[in-house]
DNA sequence: TCTGGGGTCCTAGGACCC
DNA sequence: TCTGGGGTCCTAGGACCC
C-alpha cells in the first residue's frame, strides 16, 4: 500500500458490446448480447440495455435468449476490432504513464508515480483521470471506462468498480477501510463463488467480516498461500507491483462440440485441428514446449486432464497431435465427449535469446542495464555429439539441434542417463567445454 | 437449448536425488 | 534398530480471472 493514490485501474464499459453500438448505430440504445451464438455458447458481454434485462456474462446464450426482449441482438463478435480499439486505449495510456500492466483486453492498471512531475493530490489525480478518459472517448469514437485510483492495485481495482459505467473515484490514502469493509467480499481478487460459499458459515458476507477472522483460521481453511493473502487483502494489506510484460507460460486451444463426440476417430480429426492451432501459435511466438496436455469435458460437465512431459521441447502439430492421440487412448470416451483441448506449457523462452542474437536484433538499442553484460559468443550451429558445458548443470552433450533450440542431455556419475533439457542455440550459459568423464553419448 | 475459451496460480502426492 | 529432511520434477485437479 503506497502513501498516496498513485495506482490507476482502467476497465472500458461492456466493451465488446459498446464496440459493437459504436459501430452499429441501430444497436444504440438497444439489448446488445455479444458471445457464443451456437446452442452451447454463453454471453461474453451483455449491453447495459440487456443487463436490465438479468443477462449477464457467462449465463448460458439460451438463457439470454429467454430473458431478452424481443430486438434484443446476438452478435457472434468480431475480435479484430475489438482488438484495434483495444491498442488505441493501450497506447494512450502508455504515452500518459510508462508502467501500464495491461491485464487483458479490456482492463489495465497505470503507475501513475512513474508519471515524471506527478502530483498525488485528490484533486491533481481527479484532473488527470478526467482528462485521460475524455482522449480516450475522442479516440475511441465514444467508448467509455469506468476508473478507480487508489494506493495499490487492490484499491485501484475495486475504487473502479464503485461507480460503473463511466465512472471515476479516487480513494485517498487513509480511507481504505472505509471503502473496503462495507462490500461484498466478493470484491477481493481471489475470492470466487467457492471461497465464498465456505466462508458464508462463519458469517462472512462483507470485507469487514472477513477481516474479523483470525490468520490461523485462514491459513487452516485455505492453506498457505489463499489464506495468507485473504488476510492481507481484508486489511487492504496489497504491495503487489504493476508488471509492464508477462511471458506466457502456456499456450492451448479446446472446443466444445455442438453435440458429444463419441467416435475416437472423429476425435482425433479434433486433436488434428487443435494441435494445428496450437503449433502454429506456439511457433509465432518463437517458442516451444515440453509438456503436453489434453483436456477433456465429458457428457455430464466432468472434465479431466492428462499429461506427459517429453524430453524435448516441440512446436510442431504433428508430434503435438501424436502425444494426444496416445493421453486420449487412456481416456474412456464411450460415454461421449463435449469438450476437447490440446495445451502445451513448459516453454522454452529462447525468443529473449533471439533478441540478443540475431544480427538484427543487435543493431537494435538495448537498455544498459542489460547491455552490461554482452552475451558469449556462441556457436551458431551445434551439432548432436558436441560437448558442451552448461554453468549450473555441469557437463552434456547435445542431443538434438534445430531452428534455434539447442537440447542437451547432462549425464553424470549419480544420474545416467541423466535429464535432457532444451536452450536457445545462444544462450549464453551453454558455452563448448572439455570432453567430460563418461563415454560417446547413445542418442543424437 | 444449462454451463465458452484463454489463461494463471496453488495444492498434494509420489518419484527421485543428495 | 525405525522410519532424516529438503529440494525438484511430474501429474491431476481445482479455484479464479477476464
Known amino acids: ?15 465488446f458490446s459498446a464496440v459493437e453500438q459504436r459501430d452499429k448505430p441501430s444497436l444504440r440504445g438497444k439489448p446488445v448480447v455479444v458471445g457464443g451464438v451456437g446452442g452451447r455458447g454463453v454471453v461474453a458481454t451483455a449491453s447495459y440495455e440487456a443487463r436490465r434485462y438479468g443477462i449477464r456474462s457467462a449465463m448460458p446464450t439460451a438463457e439470454a435468449r429467454r430473458r431478452g426482449p424481443a430486438g434484443t441482438a446476438f452478435l457472434a463478435g468480431r475480435f479484430d476490432a475489438y482488438r484495434l480499439s483495444s491498442r488505441v486505449v493501450m497506447d494512450v495510456l502508455r504515452e500518459c504513464s510508462p508502467l501500464v500492466e495491461q491485464v487483458s483486453i479490456d482492463e489495465a492498471y497505470v503507475d501513475l508515480a512513474e508519471i515524471p512531475g506527478f502530483d498525488p493530490s485528490v484533486e491533481a489525480v481527479t484532473a488527470l483521470a478526467t482528462d485521460l478518459r475524455a482522449r480516450l472517448r475522442d479516440l475511441t469514437g ?3 471506462a469506468s476508473v478507480g485510483v487508489g494506493t495499490s492495485k487492490m484499491m485501484a481495482k475495486v475504487a473502479s468498480e464503485l461507480r460503473k459505467p463511466d465512472g471515476l473515484t479516487v480513494v485517498d490514502a487513509g480511507e481504505e477501510l472505509e471503502v473496503l469493509h462495507p462490500l461484498p467480499v466478493r470484491s477481493i481478487g481471489g475470492v470466487g463463488p467457492a471461497t465464498a460459499e465456505r466462508l458464508r458459515p462463519l458469517g462472512v458476507e462483507t470485507v469487514g467480516d472477513l477481516a474479523r477472522l483470525e490468520l490461523a483460521d485462514l491459513l487452516s481453511l485455505f492453506g498457505q498461500a489463499h489464506g495468507t493473502s485473504l488476510h492481507r487483502l481484508a486489511r487492504a494489506q496489497d504491495d503487489r507491483s504493476l508488471v509492464a510484460e508477462r511471458e506466457a507460460k502456456s499456450v492451448s486451444a479446446e472446443e466444445t462440440f455442438a453435440r458429444d463426440i463419441t467416435d475416437p476417430a472423429a476425435l482425433r480429426r479434433e486433436i488434428d485441428l487443435l494441435t494445428a492451432r496450437v503449433g502454429a501459435r506456439l511457433r509465432g511466438a518463437g517458442t516451444a514446449g515440453r509438456t503436453v496436455t489434453l483436456k477433456l469435458r465429458r457428457y455430464d460437465f466432468s472434465t479431466l486432464t492428462r499429461s506427459t512431459t517429453l524430453t524435448q521441447a516441440t512446436d510442431d502439430g504433428r508430434a503435438l497431435a501424436h502425444t494426444a492421440y496416445r493421453l486420449l487412448a487412456e481416456v474412456d470416451v464411450a460415454d461421449g465427449v463435449r469438450l476437447l483441448g490440446v495445451g502445451v506449457s513448459g516453454l522454452s523462452d529462447f525468443v529473449q535469446d533471439d533478441l540478443f542474437g540475431t544480427p538484427e536484433a543487435e ?20 551439432r548432436p555429439g558436441q560437448d558442451v558445458v552448461h554453468a549450473t548443470l555441469g557437463a552434456g552433450w547435445v542431443w538434438g539441434s534445430g531452428r534455434s533450440l539447442v537440447t542437451v542431455r547432462f549425464e553424470g556419475p549419480r544420474t545416467p542417463p541423466g535429464p535432457v533439457r532444451t ?9 563448448p567445454g572439455p570432453p567430460p568423464d563418461w563415454r560417446e553419448p547413445q542418442g543424437g
Open 1 to 15: 500500500m503506497r502513501s498516496r493514490p498513485s495506482v490507476m485501474h482502467l476497465d472500458l464499459d461492456a466493451f
Open 142 to 144: 465514444g467508448l467509455t
Open 363 to 382: 543493431a537494435t538499442p538495448v537498455e544498459p542495464a542489460e547491455a552490461q553484460e554482452p552475451a558469449a559468443a556462441a556457436p551458431q550451429v551445434w
Open 423 to 431: 536452450f536457445g542455440a545462444t544462450d549464453p550459459d551453454l558455452a
